[in-house]
């Protein structure tokens, strides 16, 4: 009863930000991503009478608080489904900072959900796991997929899933996770769904998501990643406006997350195609296209407080492995 799985993490264009059920991970509105190929969690889970009690590991330390009981909130899920009450063991290894704000738990839950069904000997359509990894974590949903993902939000556990728009190869643009902080955040995202509604920038917010949602589509059907670089940009300005003007007010930016915002701005008055996003954290994507990223990534690397980058390009679907993690 054990399984090894790996998953990508995705960044997402038009953003989750506010749940209308903070227990089932209900988003108010849809959401659209790309599943990253580089960014990916490996998660192996073992279900066994061996173990006193579960026992999660993330990145090699033993969670506890929150964090765990988050795990263990979805391993009883998978418990009941399967009707079994074995205590688990879960080992997660991502390959990027985790709780910055690059999704590491959109990864970490997918790769659980996929891993977990599969240690229990469960079968369930691709539909269904991306409900059932939404219960993990909202955007883990999207990481249910590969290449351009869109989550329609439904308003029940059942119709709340995210599905295929296109293949990670329809269009090979690169996402640079541009990393000025591996800190955890010091306010979650779970807590933030939770301070959204109290912004007077959260009803902006929603009310720009269907046409974004339209144009990010349109820009992914006709390649133009001017179209969607500008939905980006105004996607992850609005949620960070959301974050700040909530109560208490949140402010995830660093220095070094202004100049790279200043130094894409610059590159684009230039002539270059670049553009930015962010997700809740202070750690930026970067999103061009494959003949310009090694001058860009170079780039990025010489503004100040930048620590690393990761170059991304569109990642496929979560896959079973053998390697376990233990
Ligand atoms: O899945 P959560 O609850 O960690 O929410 C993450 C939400 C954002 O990453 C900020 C935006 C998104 O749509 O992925």
């Given amino acids: 009863m054990k399984a090894t799985a790996k998953a990508g993490s995705n960044i997402a264009f038009v953003k ?7 227990t089932l991970h209900l988003p108010l509105n849809s959401s659209l991503s790309m599943t990253l190929d580089q960014a990916y969690s490996i998660v192996t889970v073992e279900f066994s009478p061996h173990y006193a009690q579960d026992e999660v590991d993330l990145e090699g330390v033993q ?6 009981e988050r795990v263990v909130r979805f391993l009883d899920y998978l418990r009941a489904l399967a009707r079994v009450s074995l205590p688990a063991r879960v080992a997660a290894r991502t390959t990027f900072p985790v709780a910055t704000g690059l999704a590491s738990s959109a990864s970490l839950f997918a790769a659980l959900t996929v891993a977990g069904l599969a240690a229990l000997g469960l079968s369930r359509d691709e539909r269904t796991m991306s409900t059932i990894a939404r219960l993990g974590s909202g955007s883990a949903a999207r990481s249910m997929f ?34 000025v902080s591996s800190e955890p955040k010091e306010v979650s995202s779970v807590a933030g769904h939770g301070m959204a509604a109290s912004s007077p920038c959260q009803t902006v917010r929603l009310s720009r998501v269907p046409e974004h949602l339209a144009l990010a589509r349109t820009a992914i059907e006709t390649r133009d990643l001017g179209l ?11 949620l960070h406006a959301v974050a700040m003007t909530g109560t208490p007010p949140v402010l995830h930016w660093l220095p070094a997350t202004v100049g790279v915002i ?16 962010l997700d809740a954290g202070p750690n930026i994507h970067v999103l061009t296209p494959p003949e310009y990223t090694a001058q ?15 170059v ?3 990642g496929g679907p979560p896959i079973l492995g053998d390697v376990h993690n233990f």
């Fill in 296 to 310: 860009i990534a170079a780039g990025l690397c010489r503004v100040e407080g930048v620590d690393h980058t990761m």
């Fill in 146 to 179: 590969g290449g351009w993902v869109e989550w329609v939000a439904g308003g029940r556990h059942e119709d709340s899933y995210a599905q295929p728009l296109k293949p990670p190869d329809w269009w090979p643009i690169t996402d640079i996770l541009v990393i």
């Fill in 63 to 68: 969670a506890e608080g929150p964090r765990r």
């Fill in 228 to 238: 969607l670089g500008r939905v980006a940009e105004e996607e992850g300005l609005l």
């Fill in 16 to 22: 989750f930000w506010g749940e209308m059920d903070p």
């Fill in 262 to 277: 200043r130094r894409v701005l610059d590159w684009r008055r230039e002539g270059l195609p670049v553009y930015y996003t």
């Fill in 312 to 314: 991304c390009q569109p």
